[in-house]
C-alpha cells in the first residue's frame, strides 16, 4: 500500500437516487422546512412532459408555494441577478428554498440564485477571476435534479456563470457551501434529453471522471468513486447513444455523472476543463462538446508525456491512465502502456459514437486555438503542460 497523504472529504448532498423519485421533492423540502420555493427549470423537454404537471401538483399538496423560473442555456450574471430581483421585489412570502429541475445550467442558475438571495450586489461582484467581492457562503436550502446526465453540478460547490463574445468570460461562483443539500438522480427525467445532448454531455462526465482521476489532488475517496463510475460509464455510454430509452443505462449515466462532480470538487480537474473555460467564454459551444472533442488528444498528448519524462515514482501517471483504460474499455491489454492506448482507443470511439464535430467545424481557427491557449489554466493536470503544448493539442482537433 502506498502511504496516504492528507486529505479532505467534504460534505455530500444527501442522494435520492431511483426512478420515480423526482415526486419526492416536496417532501425532502418539507423536511429542510421551506414553504415557498423558486423553482429553475430549464429547456422544455421537461416544462411539456407530464412530469412537470405532476410536480407542481404534489408542491401545492405538500402545501408549498412556487415561483417558476426557466432558463435558457448556460447562465449570464443578468439572469441571475434578475430571477433574484424578481423575488425580492416580489409582494408576498419571500421563498425560503430552491430547486432545480434540468441540465447543467438550470441547476447552476439556480445554485446562484440560492445564494444570491442572501447576498447585496450581482452575482458578477462574487465570480472567481471577474468580481472583488468573496462570496460568505449563505445561501437558500437547495435541491437539484438533473435531467441530463454530465456536469455533475448537483453535486459540485461552483455554479458556472459565463458572458459569451468580446471580453467573454465563463466563471465560478464558488464556496464549498454551494454544494447542494441534497440531489435528485432519477433516471427517468433523462429519458427524454435529445441524443446531442446526452452524447456531450455523457461524454462531459466521463472527462470529468478521467481528469479527477488522474489529478494529483486525488485521494484514495475520489480514485475508488472515479474508477467505479468509469466502469459503469464504459458500459452505459454506448447504449445510451444508442438507445436513448435504455433505462438501465440511463441510470447508469446518471450515477456516474453525479460521481464525476463528487470527485471534481474534491480532486479539480485536468487540462481539457482548462480549455473549456476559455473557449467557451469566447464561443457559443456548449460546455459538453468542448470536452468530449477534446478528451482522446488530450489524453493521447499526456500519456505521451508522461512516457517521456523521467518520472521518479515509478510512472505513476502512466499508472493511473492504464488502470483508467481497463475501467473505461472493460479490458486489459497485459502491460501499462497497452492499457493506457486502450484508454485512448475506448475514448476515440466513444466520441466517434457521439459524433461530435471538431473545433474547426464549430468555427475555431489556428489564431482562435492560440488565444485559448495562451488563457488556459491546467494546474491539476498529471503532467505540466505549457502554452505551446495546449496549442499543439487544440490544433489536432481544429
Ligand atoms: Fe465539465
Redesign the pocket.
Known sequence: MRPMRQFTVSRLPELLFGEGRLFELPAVLRRMGVSAVALVTGGRSFRDSENRERLLAALREAGIRVAEFSVRGEPSPEEVDGIAAELKGSPGPRVDGVAAVGGGSAIDAAKAVSALLTMEGSVADYLEGVGSRVPPGTRLPLVAAPTTAG?GTEATKNAVISRVGEGGFKKSLRHDNFIPDAAILDPLLTLSCPPEVTAASGL?AV??LLEAFTSPRGSPFTDAMALDALRIAGDAFPRVCRDGGDREARAGMAYAAYVSGVCLAHAGLGVV?GI?SPLGGMFHIP??LI?GTLVAEASRFTIGRAMRIDDPSGGSVLKKYARAGRALSGREAGSDFGDAALLINTLEALVERARLPRLGALGLTEEDARRVADKTAAPNHPVPLSPDDVFDILRRRI
Open positions: 456536469t462531459d472527462t470529468q476543463h473549456a460546455h459538453g470536452c
